[in-house]
């Protein structure tokens, strides 16, 4: 028995290690635009931007994210998950050559906007993951592609540092297409494929993963794998109530409990300090350069994320709580140090700035930057899993967007204390969102966690 829990351990590491060379490749082109807007500020570039140029390249991403995002979201649904995840990896290996061998603004936004589709896949790795893992080590496998996010953030800042973008991008494209390779190891998981009425492939997977469908797993009271099959292959709907399930309480409730929270994600400013982070710097007078502050946002990032990892058996609001608190108090000591030195040309204790910030960004891996991604795969019911999925990111992907739009002109019109001020506001109200309104998923199965959102006289959950 401890072989096979040993072995079954050891295939959804890999599985999950493999989906998430995906976010490996997306992590690098989150900080590709604060990269590409230093690199270009050396006197030896010949490509000039204007704010709004590098505006429109920071966040053209974001507005295309929506479209792949939903995109995969229904062929996740129809053709499988692996399956839908590797298209995503054409358009990626396309822009990233894009950029390896054309440096103009249009070929740059051409290769962005393709970016951009792929870019808002990332919510199918997380889904894969849910209807993998056992519940009690679920929240382990998902923080390990957030380890692995930061991975590629901390291995494109470090490279950017001795190669040029162009360099960068060249060396990207053939990563992304080595990990598109490396996809094809990767099965369906078993409860799409009962959901399918595909049970032949779905005992040959479990066959792959080494369980035996009446195998029981520590902590689980059944196997995790096995129980989700099962709760996949109730009778099938209705023709009629096919959309009538999009306007129950399982459904609509969540939709609106994970937008608002995508709202607070986005006001506590944590993407805003990524796509403009030299930007960012410079305006706060943080005495450090744009690769080295980037290199130190991630290595952060990367120690935050295997704290987040280590804590897979904190409760999901208690994190939220933690991160937003410390992200509120790191963003509140920058703002604070800016308004007391606002005058004075060579501050004191410049290191507190530069502390502050990476303090804030610690915080915020913790649980705000990942869990709005991740808690959408755990919510909804699975007859519409995958589509909601993609609506719900879209919609978390357009408000990114916006964001990062019209943050020069808020900076520009607001100023730069008073902007950051306004996102360590945000960061307490998160914290108050964690505390009273998100609902608690750390080891609950779909089926506990869809009974929250049903009336309590009459609860009925869709598949």
């Given at each position: ?57 920071a966040s053209v991403p974001n507005l295309v994210c929506p479209i792949g995002s939903v995109a995969t ?88 540092i001795f190669y040029t973008w162009q360099t960068l991008s060249q060396m990207f494209c053939l990563m ?288």
């Amino acid at each position: 028995m401890k072989t096979s829990r040993r072995w079954l351990y050891l295939k959804l590491l890999f599985t999950t290690c493999s989906l998430a060379t995906h976010q490996f490749i997306i992590g690098a082109t989150l900080i590709f635009s604060g990269i590409l807007f230093a690199k270009l500020r050396e006197p030896s570039s010949t490509l000039t931007l204007t704010p709004e140029q590098a505006s429109w390249i920071a966040s053209v991403p974001n507005l295309v994210c929506p479209i792949g995002s939903v995109a995969t979201g229904i062929l996740a649904d129809k053709i499988g998950r692996r399956k839908a995840l590797h298209l995503t990896f054409i358009p990626l290996i396309i822009s990233w050559g894009i950029l390896g061998f054309f440096d103009t603004y249009k070929s740059i936004m051409i290769a962005r906007t393709l970016l951009g589709y792929s870019e808002g896949t990332g919510a199918y790795v997380l889904l894969y993951i849910t209807e993998t893992s056992p519940t009690v080590y679920r929240p382990l496998f998902l923080a390990l592609v957030l380890v692995v996010t930061g991975m590629g953030m901390l291995t494109i800042s470090v490279l950017a540092i001795f190669y040029t973008w162009q360099t960068l991008s060249q060396m990207f494209c053939l990563m992304s297409l080595a990990c598109a390779v490396l996809l094809f190891a990767v099965p369906e998981p078993p409860i799409w494929l009962r959901s399918k009425g595909l049970e032949t492939e779905a005992d040959r997977v479990e066959k792959w993963f080494g369980l035996d469908p009446l195998q029981k797993m520590p902590g689980c009271g059944v196997s995790t794998i096995a129980s989700n099959a099962t709760a996949a292959r109730p009778p099938p709907l209705p023709p009629s109530s096919k959309w009538s399930v999009y306007t129950s309480r399982s459904v609509w409730k969540p939709a609106l409990i994970t937008l608002a929270f995508f709202v607070c994600q986005q006001g506590t400013g944590f993407y805003i300090l990524l796509f403009y982070s030299v930007d960012v710097i410079r305006d706060c007078r943080v005495p450090v350069d744009g690769m080295t502050f980037n290199a130190c946002l991630s290595v952060t990032r990367i120690v935050a994320s295997v704290i987040y990892v280590m804590q897979y058996e904190t409760k999901r609001r208690t994190l939220v709580v933690i991160s937003s608190v410390g992200m509120c108090v790191g963003l509140s000591s920058a703002v604070g140090y800016l308004y007391a030195f606002d005058d004075v040309r060579d501050p004191p204790y410049q290191f507190l700035l530069t502390a502050a910030f990476l303090a804030y960004v610690f915080f915020a891996v913790l649980a705000m930057l990942p869990l709005p991604w991740s808690i959408t795969g755990e919510l909804f019911p699975m007859a519409v899993k995958g589509t909601m999925n993609g609506v719900i990111h879209s919609c978390g992907y357009e408000l990114l967007f916006l964001a990062t739009k019209i943050y020069p002109m808020m900076v520009m019109t607001l100023g730069i204390k008073l902007v950051w001020s306004i996102f360590a506001g945000f960061c307490l109200m998160s914290a108050l969102f964690g505390a009273f309104v998100l609902p608690e998923t750390k080891g609950k199965s779909l089926d506990e966690i869809l009974t929250e959102f049903e009336p309590k006289k009459k609860a009925k959950i869709f598949p």
